[in-house]
């Protein structure tokens, strides 16, 4: 018998445009870029925004969503914040607990800064991650993940090199008494083009061998750039969708996220399916009720939901 599954993706926002730090910015521009980073962090501090992301998953009702940015921030080796430990602990406290399936270790940096007046390391780790809704019917059978070769180096604070790791993690799932199907969730480079592309050919080379597959993510490219296999269905478009203009749009706010009108203007997240019905697909956390109580969107992002029928 037919199942419907609720399956979503959605970037969380690590929390400050680190886009100010890489590549070669003028040192008198750095100092004021390096300010201008601290306080985008300082005011997007995840634990203010880990309720509105969990009421928004609750909401939709998602059975599998697949997560980027969910970072680890770090000052002095002390951990700050831990996204995924944060937004767990806001969905058990809505009555709806979810638990992690699958993840991948991505990117990760540190650099000195002022903080306070004084100066402190501060440290990132970011992932991707699956994470299940605990009452949901799909169970999950294995987990399994990987890192892209193609790996874009740059410069950061014009001082170093650094490698920005991109990757992917993935559940296969059952839903008893009708089929097995699996959900891949990735993220890929967004300062380069030609990384980004060549990343996407690595994961659909990845992709397992089961016909039925949910493939989500941040492809950091607009729909005449992603190029996927003719194989797999764009969700969006095919519950009736326009492929662009501002209903679409999922990126980006404010670096601070604390712009009152929304500045989402391109489509750059994808539920994309193959060998699956789509009922339906909507788009979520782009609307004003959506922020939190201190007026700040959930993510610079808005993310994609989608009605799969398995079976």
Request: hydrophobic fraction near 40%; proline fraction near 5%.
């Amino acid at each position: 018998m037919p199942q419907h599954v609720r399956v979503a993706t959605y970037n969380l926002y690590l929390g400050a445009d680190l886009g100010l730090l890489l590549g070669d910015v003028p040192p008198a521009r750095l100092e004021e870029n390096v300010t201008e980073v601290l306080r985008q962090l300082d005011v997007t501090a995840f634990p203010g925004r880990a309720a509105a992301i969990a009421r928004l998953l609750v909401r939709h009702r998602i059975d599998l969503v697949g997560l980027q940015e969910v970072c680890t921030w770090h000052s002095d080796g002390r951990v700050m914040w831990d996204c995924a430990e944060e937004l767990l602990t806001a969905l058990a406290e809505l009555g709806e607990p979810y638990d992690l399936v699958a993840e991948q270790s991505s990117f990760s940096g540190a650099g000195e800064a002022d903080r306070g007046g004084r100066r402190v390391t501060m440290r990132l780790e970011g992932r991707n991650v699956i994470l299940r809704r605990r009452s949901s019917p799909v169970v999950v059978e294995e987990a399994s993940s990987g890192m892209f070769d193609n790996v874009l180096t740059t410069r950061l604070l014009d001082a170093v090199d650094v490698s920005i790791g991109r990757g992917w993690c993935a559940v296969r799932c059952t839903v008893p008494g009708t089929t097995t199907f699996t959900f891949v969730n990735t993220h890929m480079e967004a300062y380069e083009a030609a990384s980004r592309d060549r990343q996407r050919r690595e994961v659909v080379e990845a992709l397992p061998d089961d016909p039925r597959l949910v493939l989500v993510g941040d492809f950091n490219a607009q729909p005449h750039q992603v190029g996927m296999p003719a194989e797999f269905s764009d969700a969006w478009l095919a519950a009736g969708h326009p492929g662009d203009g501002p209903e679409a749009a999922t990126c980006c706010q404010a670096g601070d996220l604390a712009n009152e009108s929304s500045r989402l203007s391109e489509r750059i997240d994808y539920v994309w399916v193959r060998d699956l019905a789509v009922e339906a697909c909507t788009r979520f956390g782009a609307e004003p009720e959506d922020r939190t109580g201190e007026g700040l969107w959930p993510s610079d992002h808005a993310g994609v939901a989608a009605t799969v029928v398995v079976g």
